[in-house]
């Protein structure tokens, strides 16, 4: 079915709704199954479709003839070998053998052949069928990165030095010259160019990591075989080191230490058995009680599951002498022990041992905790393992039971009072044991030597059996057969013969007879630390007890063929512990026995037994009467055959079992089918499985499988359908029981058991693809634990498929031909496997709702099995199959999980080892560009799917699924760049060829420029990786084919490379790693998603258990981030994922410094390399003036040239510069947008600290001039552009020495031309000229840094060089820019904004003047004198009178820069800094023509929108009167260390308000460092300083400040705030004096005079620098009269002002009338005037009736105001109405007082003193914003 076409099978079902959970996360319901159609699955399996004929492509004539046939074509022969491993672990004791040819013949035989038939598997050898190069294909681990970084040189880049290290160099090289070589003015042949850049090039995978959460998984190598422990198991190693009491040795002791689980109250050991005190037990014992010699001195413990529950218990036996409490005094009460009483104890203890040597008591016991909650031990060497408190032991607590009970009372009460304290100790010596294997010598748990003999005459380490609370779920390889007893309790309270039954001893017996006289087995392990088996053994005495409890252990080592008369003789003894005269030597008094049969009914007994006991002594054939079938015959038994002795039992044992399902199981699997009745038993026992426990089934599971694979293959179709049923039962209880491990033990299984190939009636392989394929297409298979398992199931199938090979085909490593392949296997099988992969696939699309992880996992795991299928079968079989499942799994692109199912599938695939010989890398060539793709399809068929599927998704909206795409392909480029089989460059480019269809597809599919860096990085480092190995041939077959639209695009990925992979320095690199770290939430968010749907499984997590595994994820991934070095853990499916998750040392890895830097320069090269190769390929077309590609291949050295790269890297770059400049050098010159940059950079690189780039530099600079020289056209523009360049860069150069040395180079060559050819003087002299024109450019340049902390001197020396340019527009914009750059860095934006508008109205100029001769603009502004409004001083901007217009060709002066320089002037007037809306308003006037032109209604829209909050602003601005414009000061300079400004006086713009303090600090601290603290001075007053009251070895600076001017004419038309701020040229300020006297204020006002000062500068405010010259000076002196007559005009215009203001607020009103009319104040006016109309026959009269008139309009305006303020007041504003009255009273006292007195000229009534400051104005130098002002 092709890709896009319609199916009948949906991928959901159309009834499958969605339901809602408790937490609210919806989940589908699973589909009903149904069956499926033939005729449909034929059309999904593609059965009627041609396979992809590889083996007949492979082994074509093509094929052979290639050279690289052997290398790139062919498999390895030994790709699968199956191997046979012995299995040295397994010990069978030689009994088993003997065991096997004592079966005898007939039925009873036969039944019991499954016991030798089971031993058999511990001796069978592993089988492994491997892949030998799986896991081969190299990848980018942490460890391989970090190797590459530790071999990488370290690059030193053109921009590494700093400046004040680039001074010190020029300083110390000021003399010396730099070399000049002839060689670098001559082009270098094409091939030499290229040798020289292959040197010292990198392998380019080699040198990047990407976004490692995005690499997908790898296959490792196979299980290992079964280990005999859980992941988490210890091994402890324990001696007993000391046993000591306070009372010194008095007697033997017998000790037995075993652990146990205090929570689960259970033992999970058996007993190591020890004594200390050897010398007093050899002293007291009689002879032959105690066996010299070696014995165990430690016990090797296992344990599974260590936790802090579990102890280790010690148990203290004495030989029996009576009440354990009296027995024990000696030991408590030792202190006040008198020396005949320890006498007695002795001699007690000697009686005893002699008498009673045989039997012990209990004595005491003590606990030591073993581990933390860690899991490790509980104890270091700070604090020894050491139980420092031994308790008596107490009768009624002996047992397991009892004991555990008891402990578990202590530890919920805390209390210990009821248990009696022996002072002592016991030491021991505790460790873990890495390697259990390395312990010698050793016994095992079976008392057998481990590893070889065990000598006899040396103390050995006993391995002591565990018995885990929880089992250990994995399978039985090693042959044990242990039983435990354990004697709980005997209860002969009723027996009344004599003696009494108390003090009562057992003894034990195993036999397997009932003959009294004959010996018994030998069996029993020994009790007291011996090597040596018994056939009898005694237990422990409770005194005086008829109930007595029981703790013995008795191990039993069962043989192999159990039989029906095995069974233990239990006999019971009363033990007489005080002789009596007429008493026999012996102590014990016979009471009873009783059987315990070990195998009745063909299986081992269960755990709890209850038996009757007795009475008689056992007689010849006693079993009879334990049978049990045997008649009841109570009157032989005790109680009339009540039970009365408990016990239960243990058995570990990989032979036998007390599970009846599994021994029912057992006793018919191994029975090997012979006929059809056999098989039927088989059958049978297979029905049977599914009720066997699912511990049981892991445990005995290479039995069970077995069995299974042996009915599955029968010729019974029932038989086969019946056993692939319970396959499916028994994977579901394994999936159950383990869950996630359940694949581990699968595979170890199926990797090293399993040797079953083929049955009575079929492969195993072919039945079980059948089975599996017809169960699931009819619906059959229920649940998840199939798909769970089919790992297992598909490594199963390709197991048994290569052991046909390996066994009926001639072997694995036979000659790999097609005809063998094509014909192993049937075609029956192939229709089945394919339509299994069918199914397979509807799975997967059924989960991809509900269970995430399940779908992904089978997707894996599909792919894993056809990485296999492709070593053994046709692959062009296996190729259709990838290919149905790929183009079929997701028909859209919607669903973002069947994307990702699709692509796990893909990356899996791309780590197979043989890739390469699949995608058959013969020599291609293209035709057509057209049928370039589909032939690529044809040939090479897996690497056409994988772009296909990748490129298709790089369009899709979902970030995630675009890079999960790049991904695959950037795993699969990173194998082949590790992989040194492909390291020969013939080789990897026939290899990289497949994939030249990638370089067309991704110029359609690259990523958005939005796209973040981390996903682009990805996607061009493949296309770079292509790029940089694909044959040049057929690359320029390529370029010569395709439209001029398709290879612009790629140039334009080009650049997108370039700026991609750019070094920018350290800061960009934590700038990418934090924008990784963002990138990779999203991700996190998905895949806990995942897990919320599902576990291993289709369960959903709740929401707890979701947070709890992220928890859990987290903690794992801080310790992996502190052990990264670790190998990792072989998990599900057999994979591992690569190392990093994005975590902060992933983050690390992923961007370090070392690898970056190399990366970048690599990608230059690859570019560089593409440059050539397309230029060699058209070389004549690029010279013609219509070939657009020139310009394409300028941009991009351009690009290559101005990036950050090393020298070596640059001097390449400048190789392929000057090849171009010889070919193509008149389009080279004609395209000054190019030339203006390019002399930028190559200028930038005379000033660089490296000889070898300065000399390119210097060299090319000089070709450049050479070669335009030659085209006399463009010679100009050349000189031009190199002025241009070098007047932008100026304010870059951090010092001009290494440029001035450059320079001398350039002048130097062209001499030397001269000297060859004395035609060339014209051109040296044209030289000259041009480089004196850049000294000039420097030597402005060092003028200016020598005032590099005074911004206003650099200011005004930028703005003079740009004046020195008024004939070069381009020169004088250059510099009016960098003026604004400056600016601009000072936060002067009104200054740096004027410097746009100039630049713009110089452009709108030439513009204009360009238009009048060809066609004039009538959108654009008409010249410089349509910007008058916005500032007066654009007319600096007119064109020179003598400017020729045709001279203009500038790249600068252009429609477009002038739009972009108005723009970004409005910009600048609109900062907070500058607020200059009105003026932004004007510019906007003269953008908005330009944009209606061009009908460009996005940015029309854009321009009114900012147009609205140009206005909002200036409303606010007039309703607050909050916009402050700046602060302006006079400054004056006088002293001869100021040399030309000596004298001079200057307005100074300060920002916003600037206080006198400030700028006076700013000037006296500037001109200190200049001058010396000592040589500068503040002059404080204003009067203009007389220079010979100056002293002459000072330096002093004057500072006034001054306010705005305006003459009436002027101030008219300036109506608001902002026009009386902007365009100023005059200022203000005044200086009070009196007449003939030295005092500036006055006592009388009448006497007081002002002088004012109005200063003239020559350019208006705001302007392009922050001071102006004063250019004329005026004074003018103010009669007293006329200065009162203007402070009272002054304020009633305010007052006036404010009433009448649309922003008048009660707040802004009511300051001004309190000041006014409030009686404390209002003596201020009065006081003022007063004199003046009380001799007003002194003063001019008009002047007295002006002063009365100013008097009346100030009145009035006040009750305006009032009125106004009254209407403002608010209801709720209650206390403004009392201020209201006060101020109506203040204005009607006022009205008559100026009436009365001042117009009738009335006395004043006599009021009290009052002497108000005079009103003058301020001081000189006051900083009072409302001085002078007019």
Request: net charge neutral; charged share 25%.
């Amino acid at each position: 079915m092709k890709k896009g076409s319609k199916r009948s099978w949906s991928l959901r079902p159309k009834d499958v709704k969605p339901t809602v959970g408790e937490d609210g996360i919806q989940a589908a319901k699973e589909p009903a199954r149904t069956s499926v159609s033939d005729a449909f699955l034929a059309e999904q399996m593609g059965l009627n479709e041609p396979l992809f004929d590889y083996e007949g492509k492979v082994t074509s004539k093509e094929a052979k003839k290639d050279p690289l046939r052997t290398a790139l074509l062919s498999v390895p022969r030994d790709d699968v070998v199956v191997t046979h491993i012995k299995r040295a672990e397994a010990v069978v004791p030689r009994e088993v053998e003997e065991a096997e040819g004592a079966l005898g013949s007939g039925a009873a035989a036969e039944r019991r052949m499954w016991i030798p038939a089971r031993c058999s598997f511990f001796r069978q050898d592993l089988v492994r069928v491997d892949r030998q190069y799986r896991g081969s294909v190299p990848t980018q681990d942490p460890q391989r990165v970090a190797n590459i970084v530790k071999e990488l040189p370290v690059l030193k880049f053109l921009k590494d030095v700093g400046t004040e290290e680039k001074r010190k160099r020029v300083q110390s090289e000021i003399n010396r010259a730099d070399p000049i070589s002839e060689q670098l003015t001559k082009p270098i042949p094409h091939s030499e160019r290229k040798a020289a850049r292959l040197e010292n090039r990198h392998n380019l995978f080699h040198l990047f990591t990407g976004a490692n959460e995005y690499l997908l998984e790898k296959p490792v190598e196979q299980h290992p075989p079964f280990k005999n422990a859980t992941p988490n198991t210890k091994y402890v190693l324990i001696k007993p080191e000391e046993l000591k009491f306070e009372l010194q040795p008095i007697e033997p002791l017998f000790c037995s230490m075993a652990i146990y689980d205090f929570e689960a109250q259970k033992r999970v050991s058996e007993n190591f058995y020890f004594h200390i005190i050897e010398q007093v037990i050899k002293m007291n014992l009689p002879s032959g009680m105690i066996t010299s010699g070696p014995r165990a001195k430690k016990a090797l413990f296992t344990v599974s599951h260590p936790n802090p529950n579990l102890f280790l218990v010690l148990r203290i036996e004495k030989v029996l002498q009576g009440d354990v409490e009296a027995n024990a005094e000696p030991y408590i009460k030792h202190d006040s022990m008198k020396e005949r009483d320890l006498e007695k104890a002795v001699n007690n203890v000697k009686s005893a041992c002699e008498r009673m040597g045989r039997y012990r008591q209990p004595f005491a016991y003590g606990i030591l905790p073993l581990f933390g909650d860690d899991g490790q031990l509980a104890f270091d060497e700070k604090t020894p393992p050491k139980i420092h408190q031994l308790y008596r032991t107490k009768e009624h607590d002996i047992n397991d039971a009892s004991f555990l009970s008891v402990f578990a009372d202590q530890s919920k009460t805390g209390s210990a009072k009821r248990m009696r304290q022996i002072p002592g100790h016991c030491l021991f010596e505790v460790e873990l044991v890495a390697d259990p294997a390395a312990i010698t010598p050793r016994l095992d748990i079976s008392h057998a030597p481990v590893g070889g003999d065990c000598p006899a005459d040396v103390d050995w380490v006993q391995t002591m059996a565990e018995m885990p609370t929880l089992p250990v779920l994995v399978p039985l390889q090693e042959y044990t057969n242990l039983f435990f007893l354990y004697p709980d309790a005997v209860n002969l309270g009723s027996r009344t013969q004599s003696p009494a039954a108390k003090n009562i001893a057992i003894e034990i017996e195993f036999r397997d007879n009932d003959d009294p006289t004959k010996p018994a087995l030998a069996r029993i392990a020994p009790n007291d630390g011996t090597r040596e088996l018994k056939a009898v053994t005694v237990s422990g005495v409770t005194y005086k007890s008829k109930s007595p409890q029981y703790y013995d252990e008795i191990k039993v080592m069962l043989p192999p063929l159990l039989r029906l008369e095995h069974h233990f003789l239990i006999r019971f003894y009363h033990v007489g512990t005080q002789k009596k005269a007429k008493q026999v030597t012996t102590p014990e008094t016979y009471v009873g026995f009783t059987v315990l049969q070990i195998y009745p009914n063909q299986r081992v007994v269960s755990k709890k037994q209850e038996l009757p006991i007795c009475p008689e002594e056992p007689d010849q054939g006693y079993l009879r009467h334990f049978m049990p079938d045997a008649e009841p015959t109570s009157s032989r038994f005790y109680d009339s055959g009540r039970p009365l002795f408990q016990a239960h039992t243990k058995l570990i044992s990989s032979v036998y079992t007390q599970d009846a399902h599994l021994n029912n199981v057992l006793k018919r699997l191994e029975v090997p089918p012979t006929d059809n009745k056999s098989m039927t038993h088989l059958a049978k026992a297979v029905s049977l499985i599914p009720k066997v426990h699912p511990v049981r089934l892991v445990q005995y599971l290479p039995t069970i499988m077995d069995g299974i694979f042996e009915c599955m293959c029968s010729k019974d179709k029932d038989h086969a359908s019946l056993a692939f049923k319970v396959l499916h039962e028994v994977l579901a209880g394994l999936v159950e029981l383990l869950e996630h491990e359940a694949l581990n033990v699968l595979g170890s299984y199926v990797d090293n058991y399993v040797r079953f190939v083929k049955g009575k009636g079929a492969y195993l392989y072919e039945v079980l693809t059948e089975q599996w394929f017809n169960a699931t297409k009819n619906g059959d298979v229920k649940g998840d634990s199939i798909l769970k398992c089919a790992h297992f199931l598909f490594k199963l199938i390709f197991k048994s498929m290569a052991l046909k090979v390996e066994t009926e085909d001639g072997g694995l490593e036979q000659k790999q031909t097609s005809k063998t392949r094509t014909k192993r296997f049937s075609s029956s099988f192939v229709k089945n496997l394919r339509g299994l992969t069918v199914v397979l696939m509807w799975e997967m699309q059924q989960r991809a709702s509900s269970a995430l992880t399940i779908g992904k996992d089978l997707a894996k795991d599909i792919a894993h099995f056809f990485l296999d299928l492709f070593s053994v079968m046709d692959r062009g079989v296996v190729f259709k199959m990838i290919e149905k499942l790929v183009m079929n799994i997701a028909e859209n692109d919607k669903d973002l999980t069947l994307i990702d199912y699709k692509f796990e599938f893909l990356g899996i695939l791309c780590h197979y080892e043989h890739l390469v010989p699949l995608n058959l890398p013969l020599p291609d060539t293209i035709e057509s560009v057209s049928k370039m793709v589909t032939s690529f399809e044809e040939r090479h068929f897996l690497s056409s799917l994988l772009i296909r599927e990748v490129t298709h998704y790089q369009k899709h909206p979902e970030k995630s699924v675009r890079m999960k795409g790049m991904a695959a392909i950037r795993a699969l480029f990173i194998s082949h760049d590790f992989d040194v089989r492909y390291d020969e460059p013939e080789r990897k480019t026939r290899i990289i060829n497949v994939y030249f269809p990638f370089l067309l597809t991704a110029i359609d599919f690259q990523p958005a420029e939005s796209a973040q860096h981390v996903e682009a990085r990805d996607f061009f480092i493949c296309f770079l990786y292509v790029l940089k190995h694909v044959e040049s041939s057929l690359i320029q077959q390529w370029w010569k084919k395709e439209i001029p639209s398709r290879l612009s695009g790629f140039f334009d990925m080009l650049n997108r490379c370039v700026k991609e992979f750019k070094w920018r320095g350290r800061e960009e690199l934590e700038k990418r790693r934090a924008e990784t770290e963002e990138a990779k939430k999203g991700d996190e968010t998905k895949k806990a998603l995942e897990n919320f749907y599902s576990r291993t499984g289709g369960t959903k997590l709740s929401y707890r258990e979701m947070k709890q595994q992220q928890q859990a994820q987290k903690e794992a991934n801080q310790a992996a981030a502190s052990n990264a070095s670790k190998p990792s853990t072989v998990g599900r499916r057999g994979t591992t994922r690569l190392k990093g998750t994005l975590k902060t040392s992933d983050l690390a890895e992923m961007y370090q410094e070392p690898m970056e830097t190399h990366l970048s320069v690599e990608v230059s090269y690859i570019i560089l390399d593409v440059v050539e190769s397309f230029c060699e390929a058209f070389q004549e077309e690029l010279q013609n003036e219509d070939d657009p590609f020139l310009d394409k291949i300028l941009h991009l050295l351009r690009k290559l040239l101005k990036s950050n790269q090393p020298q070596s890297f640059m001097s390449h770059v400048y190789a392929t510069l000057r090849s171009l400049l010889f070919t193509c050098g008149k389009r080279i010159f004609g395209n000054l947008s190019f030339l203006q940059d390019l002399c930028v950079v190559v200028l930038k690189h005379c000033n660089s600290d490296n000889l070898t780039t300065r000399c390119e530099a210097s060299a090319f600079l000089f070709l450049m001039l050479e070669r335009g020289f030659m085209n006399s056209a463009t010679f100009g523009s050349v000189k031009v552009q190199m002025t241009i360049a070098l007047s932008r860069l100026v304010e870059e150069l951090e010092t001009d020495g290494y440029m001035r040395r450059a320079l001398k180079n350039v002048s130097t060559y062209a001499q030397k031309a001269v000297e060859k050819d004395k035609s060339q003087t014209a051109f040296a002299e044209e030289v000259a000229q041009l480089t004196e024109r850049l000294y000039s450019i420097l030597r402005d340049f060092m003028q200016i840094n020598l005032h590099e902390d005074d911004i206003e001197m650099k200011a005004d020396l930028h703005l003079r060089i740009a004046a020195g340019y008024t004939n070069a527009p381009e020169l004088r914009i250059t510099w009016l820019e960098n003026l604004c750059k400056l600016l601009r860095g000072l936060d002067r934006t009104a200054e740096a904004a004027m410097c746009l508008v100039h630049i713009a109205a110089m452009m709108a100029e030439y513009l204009h003047l360009e238009g009048q001769k060809h066609g004039v603009d009538p959108s654009a502004p008409s010249g410089c004198a349509a910007f008058i409004k916005v500032s007066p001083n654009v007319v600096e901007e007119r064109a020179p009178a003598d400017f020729n217009v045709d001279n203009l060709q500038s790249t600068v002066v252009t429609r477009h820069n002038l739009i972009e320089t108005l723009k970004k002037g409005i910009t600048m007037l609109t900062l907070d800094s500058s607020r200059l809306y009105e003026t932004a308003n004007h510019l906007y006037k003269l953008l908005i023509p330009m944009y209606e032109a061009d009908y460009n209604y996005n940015a029309l829209k854009i321009v009114h929108s900012d147009l609205m909050n140009v206005y909002e602003h200036i409303m606010e601005s007039i309703r607050t009167q909050g916009r402050m414009l700046g602060s302006y000061y006079r400054i004056g300079f006088y002293g001869q260390s100021f040399l030309d400004l000596n004298g001079s006086e200057y307005i100074y713009k300060e920002p916003k308000i600037t206080k006198l303090s400030e700028i006076k600090d700013r000037l006296k601290t500037l001109y200190e460092k200049k001058f010396g603290s000592a040589g500068v001075e503040i002059i404080t007053y204003a009067r203009t300083p007389n220079p010979d009251e100056l002293d002459k070895r000072k330096n002093y600076i004057q500072i006034t400040s001054v306010e705005p001017y305006f003459s009436e004419d002027e101030i008219c038309p300036r109506n608001t705030a902002f026009e009386q701020r902007n365009n100023l040229t005059q200022f203000s300020f005044f200086t009070p004096f009196t007449k003939g006297g030295r005092k500036a204020q006055a006592d009388d006002v009448t006497q007081q005079w002002m002088r004012k000062t109005v200063l003239t500068v020559g350019k208006h405010f705001p302007y392009m620098t922050t001071r102006l010259p004063v250019v004329n000076k005026t004074e003018a002196e103010i009669t007293p009269l006329q200065n009162c007559i203007q402070n009272i005009r002054s304020r009633a215009k305010v007052i006036k002002a404010e009433a009448k203001s649309e922003f008048c607020s009660v707040k802004t009103l009511q300051p001004l009338l309190q000041g006014s009319l409030l009686v404390m104040v209002n003596e201020g006016p009065v006081r003022m005037c007063r004199p003046f109309f009380e001799r007003k026959a002194e003063f001019p009269e008009e002047e007295i009736a002006e002063l009365g008139k100013q008097l009346q309009r100030f009145l009035a305006n006040c009750s305006t105001a009032l009125v106004k303020h009254k209407e403002l007041i608010r209801g709720d504003q209650a206390e403004y109405v009392d201020l209201q009255e006060k101020l109506e009273g203040g204005l009607t006292e006022l009205e008559g007082t100026v009436q009365h007195e001042f117009i009738e000229g009335k006395k004043p009534q006599p009021k009290p003193p009052s002497t108000p400051a005079p009103a003058t104005p301020p001081t000189e130098g006051s900083e009072s914003p409302s001085s002078g002002r007019e």
